[in-house]
């Protein structure tokens, strides 16, 4: 196979991937960490108008999901790239950063997660995918 189409398909599996790894630990926060009293967390609406009712506790599954999101999409983009694996890694992690900015300026949230969220779940847990993928690689093969 043509090493562009590879990588290129390493991409979107990767984000594919990600994105359903995201997305499940996003389904699953409420029933582990309810939504605070009266908060509407159906729309984007009811969650800027609830958004000063949430604790730091409520904050967690979001950060777990971007931070593994990026994680696993890292991971199998380097295990199925065929060249310059770690790079297509921080792809990865720059469109999910990309997701969480935008996400952070339709739905304002505490600095305080601004900063953590932009700083720690994207492209360190990129960087954190791709490497690992690359030593089990290498222990594997």
Known sequence: MNKIIRNSLAVLIGLFLGSLANMGLV???????????????????GLRASMHLFEAKHFIFPFL???????????????VAVNHSVKFAY????F???GGLTNIISLPSPTWFT????GLAYFPMAWL?????QFVYKKEH
């Open 27 to 45: 389904m699953v926060s409420g029933s582990v960490i309810p939504p605070p009293e009266g908060a509407d967390n159906t729309t984007m609406e």
């Open 65 to 79: 999901a971007h931070s593994v999101g990026t994680f696993v999409g890292a991971f199998i983009t380097t295990l």
């Open 91 to 94: 792809v990865i992690g720059l």
């Open 96 to 98: 999910f950063f990309l």
């Open 115 to 118: 900063v953590l969220d932009l």
């Open 129 to 133: 995918g791709g490497n690992f993928a």
